[in-house]
């Protein structure tokens, strides 16, 4: 069974920046499309960004294209998410997902990572 690990959250100034990883156990990620989503406080989960392993392709929601970074880390076979100028609505848990086919629908995605906080203040 994969195992997802997400590490990098914290508090965060408006403005600012964090990176985000998420790791794995074995080689879970070849073949598969690797996302991140988050879910504020009583709102839905919501799409963050998607990136195939090995086409590269990104897909990115739309609260977040042209701040927001998902790289692959092929050394430490990570999935990364860089936060630029980060805002106040971008507080929520953020959580890594594997799937097979590029998703936006957390539905669709059976293996998840616990969750990291991150949270921005002003």
């Known amino acids: 069974q994969v195992q997802l690990t997400e590490t990098g959250g914290g508090l965060a100034q408006v403005g600012s920046s964090l990176r985000l990883s998420c790791s794995a156990s074995?080689?879970?990620?070849?073949?598969?499309?690797m996302s991140w989503f988050r879910q504020a406080p009583n709102k839905e989960r919501e799409f963050v960004a998607s990136?195939?392993?090995?086409?590269?392709?990104?897909y990115y929601g739309d609260s977040v294209k042209g701040r927001f970074t998902i790289s692959i880390d092929h050394a430490k076979n990570s999935v990364d998410l860089q936060m630029n100028n980060l805002k106040a609505e971008d507080t929520a848990i953020y959580s890594c997902?594997?799937?097979?086919?590029?998703?936006?629908?957390?539905?669709?995605?059976?293996?998840w990572g616990q969750g990291t906080q991150v949270t921005v203040s002003s």
């Open positions: 997902a594997r799937i097979r086919y590029y998703s936006e629908d957390p539905t669709s995605y059976d293996t």
């Open positions: 074995g080689r879970p990620f070849g073949g598969y499309f």
């Open positions: 990136v195939g392993w090995h086409s590269g392709y990104t």
